[in-house]
């Protein structure tokens, strides 16, 4: 590890420790990530963004802390925030292993059941690149309609990535949620549960990083994890499922909720997730 001065400099005068060295970490594709080796013997992630929201990384470390206090799934400790930067203890990856999927399925379920008042936040958020409305709703079929699929659908068909075949299949999904998905309780999720935001780590624990929190329907979570696979995915949901059993029926709503994640892929990347989102909904028909 070298060190670069500019910063080591930020995070000096935010930890209030010395940092003897940084290195830059692979892997994010919307933030710059530096790993810092203080003085202290200890190592923490340092999250820049130079095109960041003034509140972008406080609504992050804000999301991090929401889901801490859950006493469920592990995720990094915040060191430090501001506008500029957010920096938190450093994870150090690991193997992933069938125990780990175990008590992953166990503590995400303890997250889900530690609730909210209501669905949404007090705050709105971030996916990804993208806003994140956030306005508690007084069900979740409104929550999920007005907050979720509506505002990525308008956004993906005006940037051409859904056309309005596509976005008539969706809508018609949308008018149907109270009869399609049972409502429940709202649940404190991560809201970007994919698996990059679940990371393996060397201590045997599964750590989730990078959130977008906010109380919505449990099966979101889920749904999101099983979009884009997860090893030991089936482990996990079976130690949900004994800990926290859903409503029957749950593995036919998947769909439903991964409509939200294919639709913000949609309009952050346009391909074929806007005809993927259609085809899911054209399911529900």
């Given at each position: 590890m070298t060190r670069q001065p500019l910063v080591a400099r930020r995070a000096e005068e935010l930890l209030g420790a010395s940092v003897v060295a940084t290195a830059p970490v692979a892997g994010g594709d919307i933030a710059t990530a530096t790993r810092l080796r203080l003085s202290n013997g200890t190592t923490a992630l340092m999250k820049t963004h130079p095109h960041a929201p003034p509140d972008y990384f406080e609504t992050e470390a804000a999301g991090?802390?929401?889901?801490?206090?859950?006493?469920?799934?592990?995720?990094?400790?915040?060191?430090?925030?501001?506008?500029?930067?957010?920096?938190?203890?450093?994870?150090?990856?690991?193997?992933?292993?069938?125990?780990?999927?175990?008590?992953?399925?166990?503590?995400?379920?303890?997250?889900?059941n530690a609730g909210a008042a209501t669905y949404g936040l007090d705050h709105d958020g971030y996916i990804g690149r993208l806003p994140l409305p956030n306005r508690p709703a007084a069900t979740w079929a409104e929550f999920f309609a007005v907050r979720r699929i509506l505002p990525y659908l308008k956004l993906a068909r005006d940037r051409g990535a859904v056309t309005d075949d596509e976005a008539a299949a969706v809508e018609s999904v949308v008018r149907r949620l109270p009869a399609l998905v049972p409502e429940e309780p709202p649940a404190r999720l991560h809201g970007d549960l994919w698996n990059g935001n679940v990371l393996w780590g060397l201590d045997g624990q599964v750590w989730a990083i990078d959130p977008a929190a906010h109380a919505g329907h449990r099966e979101t979570d889920l749904a999101m994890l099983s979009l884009f696979g997860l090893p030991h995915l089936p482990r996990v949901l079976d130690a949900y499922l004994e800990a926290s059993p859903l409503a029957g029926g749950w593995e036919d709503r998947v769909g439903i909720h991964q409509l939200f994640p294919l639709l913000v892929?949609?309009?952050?990347?346009?391909?074929?997730?806007?005809?993927?989102?259609?085809q899911a909904a054209r399911r529900y028909a």
């Open positions: 991090l802390r929401w889901l801490a206090e859950a006493d469920g799934v592990r995720v990094p400790e915040v060191l430090a925030v501001d506008h500029e930067c957010l920096i938190l203890a450093w994870i150090e990856p690991g193997k992933n292993t069938a125990d780990a999927a175990l008590a992953f399925g166990r503590a995400l379920a303890a997250t889900h892929h949609a309009a952050l990347f346009g391909g074929g997730y806007g005809a993927r989102a259609a």
